[in-house]
């Protein structure tokens, strides 16, 4: 069957059902083979490195799509693949978001004892990019993409803020869009080696970095929140779970008014001040250019919408995927795991049927409040045992069959990326160094 993308009408199975048990093999099998080998521990210094499960996902299926011409035809993860495993994604997050919320309802009496912090995260987010990334993206002679690269982490958000203040076309959206291609490449490996080894300092109390890794996006949180719940108790790593489910929640939501309205003319006016001042240092010379980035090609796919059957076939794909992990990587039995799973799917699908009536409804946010109200202590009877079978699924669990499918959106990126300057790369993970230890820092202050 040929490779050929499939026509922008077409829904994105269409092209190629007889291949999809290729891409649903590969996410499996990596999936059960990481949990098989489980954490590397790499010593650093008087710090270290853990490389969990989940990043070994990530890894292997870039690599897989990276070099699936050299296999045989049958066997090649061509771009259709690609794509259709980025559909999945889509609604594979979705599930992420609802353990998180139930996760949220059952842990609210600790959420609450954070709440200034999380109230005040946001502070964090928006001036640790701005300090740490502006001044560096300015001394590397970085121009106005200075400014969409470094008000915020550059996820989707950020793009549309961008797009509708200055248009994608713009100096800015350059900007914002190497921090998206960067952020997408390297940023649940990078936020999973910098949680590692700051995690290993003893600088910061955990449940700070806990709430540190909610910087609003799905895959770096979990990625950071990997090496921090590393070897916690399961009562800790469930309060540790909720509190960064929390911060991303928040840093998804009133995140985005406070970059739309605060960070980015803040951003703005400080670039003004700063440029002339900073933009005359020698490395500052020449500057980089992203003049060339093609923005339809980077987002190509990216608005993408699965049907009810892709949604349906993700959520078989990621209960088969976390009953497998929780197995393999945890010693939870499947016949343990499928309860907790079944709630979490039925939640997505209710959901998902409401989006179809309500088309104007928050999904993320409707997902997110409903899965919380669901294991709040005394919100309904059955409360207490929603809770109990939803602590049976690992969080871990449901990370490692998300990244080996966000490996794929990573493989696809990796063109783009290569036409990125060293310059913007490093000033894009230094913004997300500043949204990590910004949250940290706030949090630390009201402990």
């Known amino acids: 069957m040929s490779d050929a993308t499939p026509p922008a009408h077409a829904p994105p199975s269409a092209t190629f059902p007889s291949r999809l048990w290729l891409l649903l093999l590969v996410v499996l099998a990596t999936t059960a083979l990481a949990e098989w080998i489980g954490a590397i521990t790499i010593p650093l210094g008087p710090a270290s490195i853990v490389i969990l499960p989940m990043l070994m996902t990530l890894f292997a299926t870039t690599l897989l799509a990276v070099w699936h011409p050299r296999f045989p035809a049958s066997l090649q993860l061509g771009l259709p693949l690609q794509r259709y495993a980025d559909t999945l994604l889509g609604t594979a997050l979705l599930l992420f978001i609802v353990k998180l919320g139930l996760m949220a309802g059952y842990n609210i ?26 001044p560096l993206a300015l001394l590397l002679g970085i121009k106005r993409e200075a400014v969409g690269a470094t008000f915020s982490i550059g996820r989707e958000t950020a793009m549309v803020i961008i797009g509708q203040r200055y248009g994608l076309q713009s100096a800015e959206g350059r900007g914002v869009l190497a921090e998206y291609i960067t952020g997408t490449v390297l940023g649940a490996v990078y936020l999973s080696l910098l949680a590692s080894v700051v995690a290993a300092t003893g600088i910061f109390d955990i449940r700070s970095l806990a709430m540190g890794a909610g910087i609003g996006s799905g895959s770096m949180m979990a990625a ?8 916690q108790s399961p009562e800790l790593v469930r309060e540790l779970t909720a509190i960064a489910g929390a911060a991303n929640l928040i840093a998804g939501v009133v995140g985005f008014y406070f970059a739309a309205f605060i960070t980015l003319p803040a951003c703005s006016w400080l670039y003004t001040r700063l440029e002339p001042v900073l933009g005359r240092t020698a490395i500052a010379r020449r500057a980089p250019s992203t003049s060339d980035l093609d923005v339809a090609a980077a987002m190509e796919g990216e608005d993408d919408r699965p049907a009810l059957r892709d949604s349906l076939l993700a959520l078989a794909l990621m209960a088969a995927g976390i009953t497998l992990s929780n197995w393999i990587g945890h010693g939870v039995a499947p016949l343990q795991t499928l309860p907790g799973v079944t709630i979490m799917v039925g939640i997505v699908l209710a959901g998902l049927l409401l989006k179809q009536v309500v088309r104007k409804l928050p999904l993320m946010l409707f997902l997110a409040i409903g899965a919380t109200l669901v294991t709040i202590p005394g919100g309904w009877p059955l409360a207490g045992r929603a809770a109990e079978l939803i602590n049976q699924v690992q969080f871990m669990s449901i990370t490692t069959t998300v990244l080996a499918l966000a490996g794929f959106a990573v493989a696809r990126k990796l063109p783009m990326f290569r036409r990125l300057g060293w310059r913007i790369v490093v000033v894009s993970l230094t913004a997300a160094t500043g949204a990590f230890l910004g949250s940290a820092v706030i949090a630390e202050l009201f402990h």
């Open 224 to 231: 950071a929140l990997g090496p921090i719940t590393h070897g």
């Open 109 to 134: 009496d600790a959420l609450r004892k954070v709440g200034w912090a999380l109230a005040f995260q946001e502070i964090g987010h928006a001036f640790g990019t701005m300090v740490l990334a502006l």
